[in-house]
């Protein structure tokens, strides 16, 4: 528990017991059945104070059902064998109670994995992308404190080793179920088919070339008649100009919608690649910026930033990466390209794990130059 302590409410008295033993709570889910869309505390309600939660989910599994099928058979036959222990009921007492006695330190080694894995488990929810069932809060990072002073108790070790925190780090990684999330779907704007676009403009020449004859005819007639029916005839000319402008000025037809949809895991594959790459792109420019000297570093400060990558330039690094994927069809390198513009736009627009580098308006999505969020830990 994370206070060590019970509260315990009955007949309207209220006391607060320590909790001397580690305490194995079991609940059954909401509506009978663990539903993975939804958080822990939407399907559990079990109190949060606890290090660790296990959700036994009952999957569907020919073998496992086979296996506990068979189990229960034998439970009902008295066909168990019985099962020989390495150690007796006495020693196990024993051993549990010097372990106790122990007091574990943690070195300052272990302090820096633990402040490490923590900001691993905060990475996700900083950033809004996290899919646990649960925020990652101090109340994990003292769980894991508890849990490494536990692991070196069962070891009897006086010292906290990093062994231990990575340990306890695995097992919260562990204990959290992660939601299952949607597939991911970007909206992007495309003009109607060129057929349809062909059809129009071939209709808006018929409708021209039916007006030039009629203007024709009309200039024929003017000539031979008198100047009083070239006046009257202006008339319609002037109409049939002003419908040549209106057909002209007609509007286009509304941009249709289309939904591109990929997986989630796809979507994590193609932006945890494109983040890894800038970042990388940075700790050399930082490496560069500690090797100059302060005179070297005034000079370099405008070509700095044209070592950052652009858009254009992450886009055709990740085609480069799926070449044996590509291959030589060119529509599945339009389609990647495609891809790649919406998982970047996502991440700058959405997720903000990627940022601009100086100005960005009025250029090419292509020219911008971008860089990874400095709060983001790749």
């Not at 309207?12 to 001397?20: E, K, P, Y």
């Not at 069932?133 to 109340?139: H, L, N, Q, W």
């Not at 008198?226 to 202006?234: I, L």
């Not at 930082?286 to 302060?294: C, K, L, P, S, T």
């Amino acid at each position: 528990m994370e206070q060590q302590t019970i509260s315990i409410t009955k007949a309207g008295i209220q006391a607060t017991l320590n909790a001397r033993a580690s305490i194995l709570a079991a609940a059954n889910p909401i509506y009978g059945r663990y539903d993975r869309s939804k958080t822990l505390k939407a399907n559990v309600a079990l109190s949060a104070l606890f290090d660790l939660f296990f959700v036994i989910l009952d999957d569907c599994d020919e073998m496992a059902d086979f296996n506990v099928a068979q189990h229960i058979l034998k439970v009902h036959r008295c066909e168990e064998t019985e099962m020989k222990p390495p150690f007796s009921k006495e020693q196990l007492q024993r051993y549990i109670r010097f372990a106790r006695t122990i007091n574990p330190v943690i070195t300052p080694e272990s302090q820096q994995v633990i402040v490490d894995c923590y900001k691993k488990l905060r990475q996700g929810d900083s950033m809004g992308r996290s899919r646990s069932a649960y925020r990652i809060t101090v109340r994990q990072l003292e769980s894991m404190i508890r849990l490494s002073e536990a692991l070196a108790r069962l070891h009897c070790d006086d010292e906290v080793k990093p062994a231990y925190v990575r340990e306890a780090f695995r097992l919260l990684k562990k204990s959290i179920i992660h939601v299952e999330t949607e597939d991911v779907t970007f909206d992007d704007e495309e003009d109607d088919d060129d057929d349809d676009e062909e059809e129009e403009n071939d209709e808006v020449r018929q409708v021209d070339n039916n007006k030039e004859q009629n203007v024709e005819n009309d200039e024929n007639i003017d000539t031979e008649n008198d100047e009083n029916d070239q006046q009257v005839s202006n008339i319609p000319r002037e109409a049939q100009q002003q419908e040549e402008e209106t057909s002209k000025k007609r509007k286009k037809k509304k941009k249709k919608k289309k939904k591109t949809q990929i997986t989630f895991e796809e979507y994590e594959s193609i932006s945890s690649a494109i983040s890894t790459y800038l970042r990388s792109k940075e700790q050399n420019i930082v490496e560069d910026d500690d090797d100059d000297n302060n005179d070297e570093k005034e000079e370099n400060n405008a070509v700095r930033k044209q070592k950052y990558c652009t858009w254009g330039e992450t886009v055709e690094w990740y085609l480069g990466q799926c070449e044996g994927q590509i291959g030589d069809s060119e529509e599945e390198r339009d389609r990647l390209t495609k891809l790649t513009n919406l998982v970047i736009r996502r991440l700058i627009n959405v997720d903000r794990v990627l940022i601009y580098i100086g100005e960005s308006e009025g250029i090419e999505d292509s020219e911008k130059t971008i860089a990874v969020h400095p709060n983001y830990a790749v």
